[in-house]
C-alpha cells in the first residue's frame, strides 16, 4: 500500500487523463441527436468507464504475462505513449489515440454511443489503461488494488457528473476556459511520464542508475 500523497497523485493523473470535462462538448455533439437520452448515454458510459479501469487493475498484469511483456518494458512504452498525449493537451489538441474522424462519424449513427466510443477509447482509452496496469504493480497488496478502484469508480463518478450536467456546463464554460483546464492538465500528466520512463530504464539499463 503506497502513502496518501500518492494515491492523491493517483487519483489527478487519472482525472488528467480521462478528462471528463474536456469531454463534454463531444458528449454534447455526439447526443445531439438524441438528447432526450443524454441521462441515460451518461450512466452508460460512466459505468463502463468504471468497469474498464477497474479490469485494467486486477487483470492487466495477466495480460501482460501472456504476452511475455516485462513491467518495465511496458512502464516505458506506457510513459511513452502519455507524454505523446500530454504534449497534444498542452496543444489544446485531442489525441488521436483517443478518437479519430472515422469513430466520431460511426458515433453520430451509433446506438451504442455511451460504450464506444465515449467510455472507449475517449475516456479510457489505452493512456487510461496503461496508467492503471502501472499503479497496480507499484505494491502487491489487494488493499491497494482495492483503493485504485475505488479511485477509478470516482473518476467514473466525476464523467456521469460533467455528463449529467453538460448543456448546463457547455453554456457557462468557454473554450478557452477548457483549453486552460486541459494545458494544466497536460503539464501533471507530463511530470508523470517522465518518471514512468525513467523508472522503466532504470529497471531495464541498471547501469545508468
Given at each position: 500500500?503506497?502513502?496518501?500523497?500518492?494515491?492523491l497523485?493517483?487519483?489527478?493523473g487519472?482525472?488528467?487523463?480521462?478528462g471528463?470535462?474536456?469531454?463534454?462538448?463531444?458528449?454534447l455533439n455526439f447526443?445531439?441527436?438524441v438528447q432526450s437520452?443524454?441521462?441515460?448515454?451518461?450512466?452508460?458510459?460512466?459505468?463502463?468507464?468504471?468497469?474498464?479501469?477497474?479490469?485494467?487493475?486486477?487483470?492487466?498484469a495477466?495480460?501482460?504475462?501472456?504476452?511475455?511483456i516485462?513491467i518495465?518494458g511496458?512502464?516505458?512504452?506506457g510513459?511513452?505513449?502519455?507524454?505523446?498525449?500530454?504534449?497534444?493537451?498542452?496543444?489544446?489538441?485531442?489525441?488521436?489515440?483517443?478518437?479519430?474522424?472515422?469513430?466520431?462519424?460511426?458515433?453520430?449513427?451509433?446506438?451504442?454511443?455511451?460504450?464506444?466510443?465515449?467510455a472507449?477509447p475517449?475516456?479510457?482509452?489505452?493512456?487510461?489503461?496503461s496508467t492503471?496496469?502501472?499503479f497496480?504493480?507499484q505494491?502487491?497488496?489487494?488493499?491497494?488494488?482495492?483503493?485504485l478502484?475505488?479511485?477509478?469508480?470516482?473518476?467514473?463518478?466525476?464523467?456521469?457528473?460533467?455528463?449529467h450536467l453538460?448543456?448546463?456546463?457547455?453554456?457557462r464554460?468557454?473554450?478557452?476556459?477548457?483549453?486552460?483546464?486541459?494545458r494544466?492538465?497536460?503539464l501533471?500528466?507530463?511530470?508523470?511520464?517522465?518518471?514512468?520512463?525513467i523508472?522503466?530504464i532504470?529497471?531495464?539499463?541498471?547501469?545508468?542508475a
Open positions: 500500500m503506497l502513502g496518501w500523497n500518492d494515491y497523485r493517483i487519483f489527478t487519472l482525472v488528467a487523463i480521462v471528463p470535462l474536456s469531454t463534454v462538448p463531444l458528449f447526443t445531439e441527436h437520452q443524454r441521462k441515460r448515454i451518461a450512466r452508460t458510459s460512466a459505468f463502463a468507464v468504471a468497469c474498464i479501469l477497474a479490469i485494467s487493475v486486477v487483470a492487466g495477466r495480460i501482460l504475462a501472456i504476452f511475455n516485462s518495465s511496458f512502464r516505458v512504452a510513459g511513452i505513449l502519455l507524454l505523446t498525449i500530454a504534449f497534444e493537451m498542452l496543444e489544446a489538441k485531442t489525441s488521436r489515440t483517443r478518437r479519430t474522424p472515422e469513430e466520431d462519424e460511426e458515433a453520430m449513427h451509433s446506438s451504442a454511443i455511451g460504450v464506444v466510443p465515449l472507449l475517449l475516456l479510457a482509452g489505452p493512456g487510461a489503461i492503471m496496469i502501472l497496480a504493480q505494491s502487491d497488496g489487494i488493499v491497494h488494488k482495492l483503493i478502484i475505488a479511485i477509478g469508480t470516482v473518476v467514473a463518478g466525476l464523467v456521469w457528473l460533467c455528463f453538460a448543456p448546463q456546463i457547455g453554456q464554460l468557454s473554450q478557452t476556459s477548457m483549453n486552460i483546464s486541459s494544466v492538465m497536460g501533471i500528466l507530463a511530470a508523470m511520464a517522465v518518471e514512468f520512463i523508472d522503466g532504470r529497471t531495464l539499463l541498471p547501469g545508468l
